[in-house]
C-alpha cells in the first residue's frame, strides 16, 4: 500500500526523495496530529448539537429572494452561529461581503460620535486602518468623530498593561482585539490569553465592549473569544467558519445589542434583520458550518507540517515547529525572491483549479511592495483553501494557509518543497 501511494506521489510531480523526507518528518507529528483531531472532534459536535437544538430541517435550506421576510433557513442559521460561540445573538449574511466588511459593521454601528476606539494589541489587521481612519479614507471612523488608541505589544509579544490603563478614558467604548497575528510577526493570542486581557479590560471599565477580529482562529481551539468575555466575534465565511463551501459573506455574533446595531447598520435603522434574502446560499452556509472543525483540523495540519519540514531545512518560521496553534497562518522566512516564488509556484501546482498557471509577482493595490499570490480556489479569494502569498521584499517570507483537506494540505507542501529543490534553493 505504501508503495502503491508512493508511485501515486511520483505520477505527481513528487520524486522520492522528497517524498521520504516528508514521511520523515510526519513521523513525528503523530501525537500533535491526535492533538487536533480531537479538537476536530469536540468542535464537530458543537456544531452538530447547535444544528439539532435549533431543528435545523430541510426547509432551511430554501432561499427567499426579494425582500427576504420570514426567511426561516437565515434565521435558524443565524441561532445555529450563536450557539456555537455561546452569543445571545448573531448576524450571518450574505450581504456582509467579506471580514473587513464584517469587522467595518461590528465598529461603525456600535459607536457614536465622540465615542474612542482602543485597540490594546497593536496595529490591526492592514485593511482596517482605512476603516478606522489610521490612513484617511472616505468614511472611515475618523471621518465620524470616532477617535482611536492603541497600544502595541511589548517586545516579548506580552500585554503592555500600565500603557493599556492609561490607555483607557472616559471616551473608551469599545476595544478591538485581534485574534491572529495576521500579516505581522507578533505571535497569534491564544483564547486563554484574550480571556485574561479582558478581564483586565473590564476591570478597568466594565461597560466597556470588547470585539475580537476572529479571522483564521475559528474552531482551531475548543473554546472561542465569545466563551471568555468577548461581547463580539466576527469574521469571515471565506476563511475557517465556511469550510470552504461558502461563497462569500461575514458573520457577527454577540451580545443582543450589539447585534441588534450591526444589523440596523447593514440593511436600515426600523428593518434590521427582518430583511436580506438568504438567495441560493444557505445549503453552503450550513453545509460549510457543518465541515468548519475538520477543514480547519486540515488546514493546522498542513501549518505544522510546512513549519516541521521548513525549519528542519534551516529556514525561519513563525510559529516555530512545536508552537501550539491559534491560528491556521504559518509563515516561513525564504530570505530571497526566488524562495518566496518558488514555493508559491509550487502551491499553485498544487492546486484543482488553475494549475497550469504559473504565478507572478505583480503591483497589487495597497502594498509598497510586488506581491505573489498563489490561489488556485474553488471560491475567489478563499483563504481556507490552500493558498500563499508573499511580498517581493525583506526579508522574503511568504505566508500560507488553508487545505480543505489534509492530504491536499499535505501534497501542496511537497509540491513547494519539489519546486524549491528542482531550483537548487534547496538540497535534501
Ligand atoms: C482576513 C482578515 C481580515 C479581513 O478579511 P477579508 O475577508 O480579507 O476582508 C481581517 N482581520 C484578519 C486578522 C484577517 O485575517
Redesign the pocket.
Known amino acids: 500500500m505504501q508503495h502503491d501511494l508512493k508511485q501515486q506521489y511520483e505520477a505527481m510531480g513528487i520524486s522520492a526523495p522528497v517524498y521520504e523526507f516528508g514521511e520523515k518528518i510526519l513521523d513525528n507529528l503523530k501525537e500533535r496530529f491526535q492533538e487536533i483531531d480531537r479538537t476536530a472532534e469536540f468542535n464537530q459536535l458543537k456544531v452538530l448539537g447547535a444544528m439539532q437544538k435549533h431543528q435545523v430541517s430541510e426547509a432551511c435550506l430554501l432561499g427567499t429572494t426579494g425582500y427576504g421576510y420570514n426567511d426561516l433557513g437565515r434565521d435558524t442559521l443565524e441561532e445555529v452561529y450563536a450557539s456555537v460561540f455561546h452569543t445571545e445573538s448573531a448576524l450571518v449574511r450574505p450581504q456582509i461581503t ?4 464584517a ?1 467595518a459593521l461590528a465598529l461603525m454601528s456600535n459607536l457614536r460620535p465622540g465615542d474612542e476606539l482602543f485597540s490594546p494589541v497593536g496595529k ?2 492592514d ?2 486602518e482605512e476603516v478606522i481612519g489610521i490612513r484617511p479614507s472616505k468614511g472611515s471612523l475618523a471621518e465620524y468623530g470616532v477617535s482611536y488608541r492603541q497600544t502595541d505589544l511589548l517586545p516579548d509579544g506580552s500585554f503592555d498593561l500600565e500603557a493599556i490603563r492609561k490607555n483607557i478614558n472616559g471616551k473608551t467604548k469599545l476595544v478591538t482585539i ?3 497575528k ?1 500579516y505581522q510577526t507578533r505571535p497569534t493570542l491564544s483564547v486563554e490569553r484574550i480571556g485574561e486581557l479582558i478581564s483586565f479590560i473590564k476591570a478597568i471599565k466594565p461597560d466597556v465592549l470588547c470585539m475580537v ?1 476572529n ?2 482562529g475559528e474552531f482551531v481551539e475548543t473554546m472561542e473569544p465569545s466563551d471568555v468575555g468577548a461581547d463580539m466575534v466576527v469574521g ?1 465565511l ?2 475557517n467558519p465556511g469550510g470552504g463551501l461558502a461563497p462569500i459573506g ?1 458573520y457577527i455574533a454577540g451580545r443582543r445589542e450589539c447585534v441588534e446595531n450591526a444589523a440596523y447598520r447593514l440593511t436600515s435603522p426600523g428593518l434590521g434583520k427582518e430583511v436580506g434574502a438568504s438567495l441560493g446560499v444557505l445549503p453552503q452556509f450550513y453545509q460549510g458550518l457543518f465541515l468548519a472543525p475538520t477543514v480547519t483540523a486540515s488546514a493546522l495540519k498542513g501549518a505544522i507540517f510546512a513549519a516541521n519540514i521548513y525549519e528542519a531545512l534551516g529556514f525561519s518560521v513563525v510559529p516555530n515547529s512545536v508552537e501550539s496553534r491559534h491560528d491556521i ?1 504559518q509563515a516561513v522566512t525564504f530570505g530571497t525572491p526566488e524562495g518566496v516564488i518558488a514555493f508559491c509556484e509550487g502551491i499553485q501546482a498544487a492546486a484543482p483549479v488553475d494549475s497550469h498557471v504559473k504565478p507572478e509577482p505583480w503591483d497589487m493595490p495597497g502594498y509598497d511592495a510586488k506581491v505573489i499570490m498563489a490561489a488556485g480556489a474553488f471560491v475567489s ?1 478563499s ?1 481556507i483553501e490552500l493558498s500563499a502569498d508573499g511580498p517581493i521584499r525583506e526579508p522574503y517570507a511568504v505566508y500560507f494557509q488553508g487545505g480543505l483537506t489534509w492530504p491536499h494540505a499535505k501534497f501542496g507542501i511537497l509540491r513547494s518543497l519539489e519546486s524549491l529543490v528542482g531550483k537548487g534553493i534547496v538540497t535534501l
Open positions: 467579506c471580514g473587513t466588511h469587522l490591526p489587521y485593511t482596517l485581534q485574534r491572529s495576521g477580529d479571522c483564521y469571515s471565506i476563511k461575514g497562518i479569494g483563504s
